[in-house]
């Protein structure tokens, strides 16, 4: 059965205005609706810039982005955007939330962004509470400003941002660096149950080997990128 | 950063633009006649067309050769004096009654309504009444504006349209003088 | 576009302190400049409205700017007075159609009284030819009788019927009364909005009476003439301040100006109301215009600040802007939250400035009346009002497209991850 893939690089290169050398070349990269990889990265292996490339903020100076069939090339910056916004969800390492925003606010701020995903959300304040729940933040927090939280809590408010109107790509970068080893795993164990739950795609991405156990695929960026990678 | 300078320039501009105009005329000007532009309904008349046929504002000079005349003989004092007894009771042009015109001069303010400027005195040459002396009665339109002129100053120059009476007084200061209903009043331009 | 503004205003409020101080500076420097123009057009319309139907105002030789003021305005000093003879050959001459008297000196608790006949009731005119008209009583007719201006009349609490006494000269406190010649008021005029409101009328026997034991500007020591007996003396006045003329055609002013001028036995000059104000106003345009500037410098200062302060605060949002553009904000929408900042707080800061203004006027407004003669009105903005305010939205949305471009630029550079 071949159904169009999720996320499909081919040929990719990318390099920095300015520069001779290129710091992605990426021959091929596939991943299926649903499926749930490990990227492994250290710093300056170019996983940056190939999330920035996936997301759309960066054009390839060379290949193609196909998300979803679409091949994000051939859309204007701010349709790239859009996209963005109405089929992938973020999280970063840290800085995921608007410190004056509450949590309810920052979970439903995708949704002020996509119409799609306002739409697939239904009630979008019960879909923002069922997610809050099912990631262990109690009712009390939820009106809250977000800078009251602790790392661990505004993680998972991230995740729960990340995943409301069930967008079909999470993308993670470094989600639990910030925290300690103990809650790392819970985070880990939350996230990928919730992306199941929800169907969507997850690509994970950490420098963290040992986090990698649980994951259907392991890649990693110094075999995945034929360019050298800049010394950390 | 340059776009901050756009701001002073702005207020610099609004300002310049309340600012009014001053005329740059010399006492005693008189405003050329402007060239085609002829409204048929009202038509263009000249100072010259309020005078009575024959009536000579220099009657009282007559036979007085002021050249040959001394300093401050008495001869020069009486002449003026008599001129302008003469200018006073100069009369009006019955041909001009109820005719529609539209004629060019510069305004001496008597009435200030509300903002606007309601009723006031047309001559014909500039700084009369403030530097030279006034013109004859024949040469002077009270004018009452149907519509109140905006943004006037006193000797502003003026085209002024509209229907003139001559209105009957019987005083010492002359036996009628012209009155106009004015249409509309506008800022002169050539 | 509706998704921005509530975002917008979290943030706004998030920033309140900085932003609240720089609306501030806004609002009272639109205050500043809408109150200049009010204040401007209030007086440019009192002026106007104090004299109408006049074509004449008759002096001593001087200044006509100063006779205008003092007469008409209650303004300032006269240099010298006009002989009765002569203004009695002033109403005498053929062309004339009515002449008001005016002597003006004399005080009532602050308020400055005008010795007159009772043909200013009859023609004196103002606004747009509109009559004096009484609120209650009438004009005086017997000797020491009062008729109240409207202001006075309220400020003062008096009714007809009451007794007051004079003092003599202006100023105030302290001057000497003419304490044994009481007036009763008989009537008190409708509000005219002019300086006619705050003004005392008597007749110009009255001034001379209670004058009569007066030498120099104090009683005579030991003279003492009781009011009853002072219909034996000559009550004649020997000078007026002024003399209001009405002519029979107004187009005979420039001959009768002349006429005055050249008028023999005493040095005379007669000034057209309506050249005079516009001469007036065009002093006050020079002092107009350098308020004017300054206001709207003001004005520019306050933006300048809110420039700053909202640039100065990019450097902190940098990560914010980036977790909206991870979120799903493009570009021109971190552009539009920017300029929509500095746009919003100029538009509150000129409505607060409105209301601010307003308030003042109502606030400041009767004391201006009383002190001055000049009715500030409280109502919507003219159109010199608007065209200030326009001025002023037009200044803080361009001011705001700063930031929004500054803002914009650095989203696109920091993508989603800012280079902090």
Not at chain 1, 184 to 199: H, K, N, P, W, Y
Not at chain 2, 68 to 78: G, T, V
Not at chain 3, 207 to 219: K, R, T
Not at chain 3, 331 to 344: S, V
Request: proline fraction near 6%; charge should be positive; hydrophobic fraction near 45%.
């Amino acid at each position: 059965m071949t159904t169009a893939p999720l996320l499909l690089l081919e040929d990719l290169e990318f390099r920095w205005p300015g520069q001779t050398e290129a710091c992605l070349d990426i021959p091929a990269l596939r991943l299926e609706a649903g499926e749930q990889v490990f990227l492994h990265g250290a710093s300056g292996s170019g996983k940056s810039t190939l999330l920035n490339l996936v997301a759309g903020v960066l054009a390839p100076t060379r290949g193609r982005v196909e998300v979803l069939g679409q091949v994000l090339g051939e859309l204007s910056a701010a349709d790239r955007d859009r996209f963005r916004v109405d089929h992938v969800g973020l999280i970063f390492q840290q800085f995921n939330l608007i410190p004056y925003l509450s949590v309810l606010d920052n979970v439903l701020l995708p949704c002020r962004f996509s119409r799609r995903r306002r739409e697939r959300a239904g009630d979008a304040r019960a879909a923002a509470a069922t997610l809050l729940r099912h990631l262990d933040l109690a009712e009390s927090l939820w009106r809250r400003p977000a800078t009251q939280l602790s790392v661990g809590q505004q993680q998972r408010v991230a995740a729960a941002r990340a995943l409301i109107g069930r967008p079909e790509l999470l993308i993670a970068d470094e989600p639990t660096s910030a925290l300690d080893a103990a809650r790392q795993e819970a985070f880990l164990d939350l996230l990928r149950r919730e992306c199941v739950d929800s169907g969507a795609a997850l690509l994970f991405v950490s420098h963290h080997r040992r986090l990698e156990r649980g994951f259907g695929r392991a890649l990693a960026m110094a075999e995945l990128n034929r360019a050298p990678a800049e010394a950390a | 950063m340059k776009k901050i300078w756009l701001l002073p320039f702005l207020l610099a501009f609004s300002l310049a633009a309340s600012a009014q105009g001053k005329p740059d005329f010399k006492v005693g000007d008189r405003l050329p006649a402007a060239a085609g532009k002829a409204k048929t309904a009202y038509p263009e008349t000249s100072w010259d067309d309020l005078l009575p046929k024959g009536w000579d504002p220099l009657a009282a000079f007559k036979g007085l050769d002021v050249s040959k005349l001394s300093d401050s003989d008495p001869r020069a004092d009486e002449a003026l004096r008599k001129l302008r007894k003469a200018w006073d009771a100069a009369p009006a042009n019955e041909s001009m009654n109820g005719r529609n015109i539209r004629i060019a001069g510069f305004l001496v303010p008597l009435e200030w309504g509300d903002k606007n400027l309601r009723e006031f005195l047309l001559v014909p040459y500039f700084g009369a009444c403030i530097h030279v002396p006034p013109p004859p009665a024949n040469q002077i339109i009270h004018v009452i504006a149907e519509n109140p002129a905006k943004g006037m100053q006193a000797m502003d120059p003026v085209w002024v349209e509209g229907t003139v009476e001559i209105a009957l007084s019987t005083t010492e200061m002359g036996n009628s003088s012209y009155r106009m209903k004015a249409r509309s009043v506008s800022k002169y331009k050539k | 576009m509706r998704a921005l503004l509530p975002l917008a205003l979290k943030s706004a409020w998030n920033r309140r302190y900085s932003l609240g101080l720089t609306l501030l500076a806004v609002t009272l420097s639109v205050t500043l400049l809408l109150g200049i123009e009010r204040l401007r057009q209030d007086a440019r319309d009192g002026f106007a409205q104090a004299v109408s139907g006049t074509d004449l105002v008759v002096g001593a030789r001087g200044s006509p700017l100063q006779l205008l003021l003092y007469s008409v305005f209650r303004m300032g000093e006269a240099s010298h007075n006009l002989g009765w003879d002569s203004a009695r050959a002033l109403a005498a001459h053929p062309a004339v159609a009515w002449t008001i008297p005016l002597s003006l000196g004399d005080s009532h608790r602050g308020y400055p009284v005008l010795g007159t006949t009772s043909a200013y009731f009859e023609h004196f005119r103002f606004g747009d030819r509109q009559p004096l008209a009484f609120a209650a009583g009438q004009p005086f007719a017997g000797l020491f009788e009062v008729v109240l201006g409207a202001e006075v009349a309220r400020k003062l609490g008096y009714r007809p019927g009451e007794r007051i006494t004079l003092s003599h000269g202006m100023g105030g406190e302290g001057l000497a009364e003419h304490g044994d010649k009481p007036f009763t008021v008989v009537g008190i005029l409708a509000p005219t909005g002019t300086p006619v409101d705050r003004t005392l009328h008597i007749g110009l026997e009255a001034l001379e009476a209670i004058h009569l034991d007066w030498q120099g500007g104090a009683p005579i020591p030991g003279l003492n003439i009781p009011p009853e007996l002072v219909k034996k003396f000559d009550l004649t006045p020997k000078s007026v301040t002024a003399v209001l003329v009405g002519l029979k055609s107004r187009a005979a002013v420039f001959a009768m100006q002349r006429h005055v001028a050249d008028y023999r036995d005493e040095p005379l000059m007669a000034v057209l109301p309506g050249v005079a104000l516009s001469q007036l106003w065009e002093l006050l345009g020079v002092a107009e215009g350098v308020l004017r500037a300054v206001s709207a410098l003001a004005v520019a200062a306050g933006l300048a600040g809110l420039v700053a302060v909202v640039l100065a605060s990019l450097d902190q949002r940098r990560r914010e802007l980036a977790i909206l553009r991870a979120n799903g904000a493009r570009p021109r929408d971190i552009f539009l939250l920017l300029a929509l900042e500095g746009g919003a707080v100029t538009l509150a800061g000129a409505l607060l400035g409105l209301t601010l203004r307003t308030v003042l006027v109502l606030g400041l407004g009767p004391w201006v009346q009383a002190e001055y003669g000049l009715v500030l009105r409280a109502d919507w903005p003219g159109s010199g009002e608007l065209y200030a305010l326009g001025g002023v939205l037009l200044a803080g949305l361009l001011a705001s497209l700063l930031p929004g471009w500054r803002a914009y630029r650095l989203s696109l550079a920091d993508g989603m991850t800012p280079r902090l």
